[in-house]
């Protein structure tokens, strides 16, 4: 947690004793030692940008200083105190408050995930004298999803583009993603909104911007500027999504004000840390983290949902967020552990070797494996190929150090649509219009052959596909925007 007074950062000291090649062949000889080590919060987070760690606003920069005599016991009320964007008041508010007034479920989906990070992004957000608006980005952003992913290859709850996360110092490779890193993202979105409020000096142009581009909006001011027009966020022209943008964000702030107004019952949230960083030197297995802390899996994956693996790579150091009444046990369980720490180890595909022939020497299934090392369902592994693989006694395996240096997988995105079949209609037909093949067709609808006017066939499309669905969706004016979020409509895409 970036804080700017010292924090207490566990260092975790796992010491080993010599062992083969393989990671984790043998137990340790020795104890794991552990140790609480007072650090600079500028040393408690090694990926951020030399901006970020500098950056100390004068109180009331941004027009804005939270009142913490007296701290409420409800995040809320915290949040509350601390609004402090301008009224907007348009048909594109009302709009979005009545959207979310009438589904108070998902409302209450949004709230349940946020409990995990909310106070961790309001500590930032009045660190750096910001209005407590901010906070509430997640929300229109990703509804507080951490593998919220995108059509733009947004991702993380601040939905960041790969090129965005970059220049914000979010490393992205094959065994973690910083844009879905809490800590990381949060800081690095936080600098961002910041760079576009010095840039433009309103916060509804910085948020503009934030969805749009800053490109984008300074184009469009100076097209206003030269011809005499206004250069408020509501007088500049924009594309539909960011139009609607703010509006979603100050329509969930007036809401979140007055809750019983729009007939919401906003379920309360303690004003108080949900989880500390505990950082870590050693590989260690997503599963056996999560067993040591003795919290779900799933609960650990969405305090760390930046890794890609089942098994942690630390590449040097990587920190870990736990629940902070689970730190102590996951310190003891972790130095009473007697066994290895990974069940996994990288492997070189030799000549010959399929998918089905490495799965069955190392006790995976096929569908495992490509899921494991992103291969698609019909790539083919190339000799000398590195893979991850479970741990065996076969002596073949390398320590995963030796795949620090994987390329990144392009990412997938699939999405399926319902094509209801016309008259004059053939399975040729069909495919032939969607770019698809006929056994694709029928793989996806119980291998279909006969066909009836009416019927409803599932038909699938990846970001790169070329179906009527994908070059409609290309002549939005907002798919140009540098950073998307993901739009209401889409809220199934991330069971919301």
């Given amino acids: 947690m970036r804080i700017q007074q010292p924090a207490a950062v566990l260092i975790i000291g796992l010491t080993l004793a010599a062992a083969s090649s393989l990671v984790g062949a043998a137990a340790p000889s020795e104890q794991s030692l552990i140790q609480l080590v007072p650090v600079a919060a500028s040393e408690a987070t090694a990926d951020t940008t030399a901006e970020s760690l500098a950056f100390t606003p004068p109180a009331g920069m941004y027009g804005f200083a939270a009142d913490m005599s007296t701290p409420p016991a409800d995040l809320w009320e915290r949040i509350r105190n601390g609004f402090a964007m301008a009224e907007l008041s348009s048909k594109e508010v009302r709009s979005s408050e009545s959207f979310y007034a009438s589904r108070p479920e998902y ?13 961790h992004i309001v500590e930032e957000v009045e660190r750096r004298g910001m209005p407590t608006e901010i906070a509430l980005l997640p929300i229109i952003e990703s509804a507080f999803n951490p593998t919220a992913y995108s059509r733009s290859h947004a991702s993380g709850i601040w939905q960041f583009i790969p090129s965005t996360g970059k220049n914000y110092g979010l490393q992205q490779n094959w065994w973690h993603d910083d844009r879905r890193d809490i800590v990381a993202a949060t800081s690095a979105a936080l600098d961002y909104l910041q760079n576009l409020h010095r840039m433009f000096g309103d916060w509804e142009l910085a948020l503009a911007s934030y969805n749009w581009g800053e490109g984008a909006v300074g184009r469009s001011l100076a097209r206003n500027r030269n011809n005499g027009l206004p250069t408020d966020f509501s007088s500049i022209r924009k594309p539909s999504e960011t139009r609607h943008y703010v509006p979603k964000l100050i329509a969930m702030r ?61 590449s040097g150091s990587r920190t870990l967020l736990l629940p902070v009444d689970k730190v102590a046990t996951f310190m003891a369980n972790l130095e009473n552990h007697g066994k290895p720490l990974v069940s996994w180890q990288a492997y070189q595909a030799k000549s010959g070797e399929t998918a089905e022939k490495i799965s069955a020497r190392h006790g995976i299934s096929v569908a495992r494996l490509r899921e494991v090392n992103s291969i698609a369902r019909h790539g083919r592994i190339a000799p000398g190929q590195t893979l991850l693989v479970p741990l065996n006694d076969s002596g073949a395996g390398m320590d995963i150090a030796a795949m620090r240096n994987q390329p990144v997988a392009p990412r997938i995105l699939e999405r399926s649509l319902a094509y209801v079949v016309r008259k004059g209609d053939t399975l040729s037909t069909i495919a032939m219009r969607h770019d698809l093949s006929v056994a694709q067709i029928r793989s996806w609808n119980n291998r279909t052959e006969r066909l009836a006017i009416g019927q409803k066939l599932t038909l699938k499309q990846t970001a790169s596909g070329k179906t009527r669905l994908a070059k409609a969706t290309a002549k939005r004016p907002a798919a140009s925007a540098k950073k998307s979020s993901v739009i209401l409509a889409d809220a199934n895409k991330y069971g919301r």
């Avoid at 409302?107 to 106070?119: A, C, D, G, K, P």
């Avoid at 004003?271 to 899996?297: C, G, M, R, W």
């Fill in 107 to 119: 409302i209450n989906r949004i709230v349940e995930r946020s409990r995990l990070y909310l106070f």
């Fill in 254 to 314: 007036n809401i979140i004000s007055n809750p019983a107004a729009f007939g919401i019952v906003l379920e309360s949230i303690p004003n108080q840390p949900y989880f500390e960083q505990v950082a870590t030197t050693q590989h260690i297995d997503v599963k056996l983290a999560a067993n040591l802390a003795d919290i779900s899996v799933d609960e650990f994956n969405a305090l760390n949902p930046a890794h890609n693996r089942p098994v942690i790579n630390v």
